[in-house]
């Protein structure tokens, strides 16, 4: 039961990630702008991180779920199941933003359903750089945010902070993937260009969280030569009594 319920909460997390996130794009990407649409990435997934992070860590993102498999915090088939919740989240989020727009009376100002794609800004091998870049940035912080107990109660504000300025760099150049299911979700809708491009924004996300994966630890070591407070100062000595 305990299981189910992990799943239901990356489908459902990643659900709305895509039609909150990519849905600022499809509503307001001329009129908001990029600023709005980052915002709306930040916001969502910092809500979402405090809403589903207690139940299953909150993932809602395949690249984040593959740095958290090397990692070894999460077993290969509990891995496989959030994967296969999370497509099939990022699909139902995609039909609920394409119904709106062939349905709804929703203006499409992306042109694209909010697709992801390369050859208008960015060439197929910058799209490479970029998404493994920005994803591993992501990943990293998501990883080492969620392994210090101490910043636990701020952990959501790190997240949501590093996915927006990755947003803010990225959507103009390739729309900004950094997550697999994201790109999966609009794109099966959209069909055409972003459909076929569609293997570079799997491929290279889980490459950049892999690599977040592999540096992790690094960044987690501590100097044991750096004090994070105050040196402590040895007791004085009391009445009667002589100095250590």
């Known amino acids: 039961m305990d299981d189910a319920r992990r799943y239901a909460a990356e489908f459902l997390g990643t659900l709305l990630l895509v039609f909150f996130g990519v849905g600022s794009a499809v509503a307001a990407r001329v009129q908001g702008g990029v600023v709005v649409v980052g915002l709306a990435f930040a916001f969502i997934v910092l809500a979402l991180v405090y809403a589903f992070g207690p139940l299953s860590g909150c993932h809602i993102n395949p690249a984040v779920t593959m740095g958290v498999l090397l990692s070894r915090k999460i077993s290969p088939v509990g891995a496989v199941a959030y994967w296969i919740a999370q497509f099939a989240g990022a699909a139902v989020g995609g039909f609920l933003l394409w119904a709106l727009t062939r349905w709804g009376g929703v203006v499409d100002q992306t042109g694209a359903l909010g697709t992801t794609g390369y050859g208008a800004n960015i060439s197929r091998g910058g799209a490479m750089l970029l998404e493994t870049m920005l994803t591993f940035m992501f990943v990293l912080v998501v990883l080492v945010v969620t392994s210090r107990p101490e910043h636990a109660g701020f952990a959501g504000l790190a997240i949501g902070i590093a996915l927006g300025a990755a947003i803010l760099l990225g959507t103009t150049l390739d729309g900004a993937s950094l997550n697999p299911a994201r790109s999966f979700g609009p794109a099966i809708f959209e069909g055409g260009v972003a459909l076929r491009q ?24 501590r100097n044991p030569r750096y004090r994070g407070g105050p040196e402590q100062q040895p007791p004085r000595p009391g009445p009667g009594q002589s100095p250590a």
């Open 198 to 221: 569609l293997w570079l924004f799997i491929v290279f996300p889980l490459l950049g969280g892999a690599l977040a994966a592999l540096v992790a630890p690094l960044v987690l070591q």
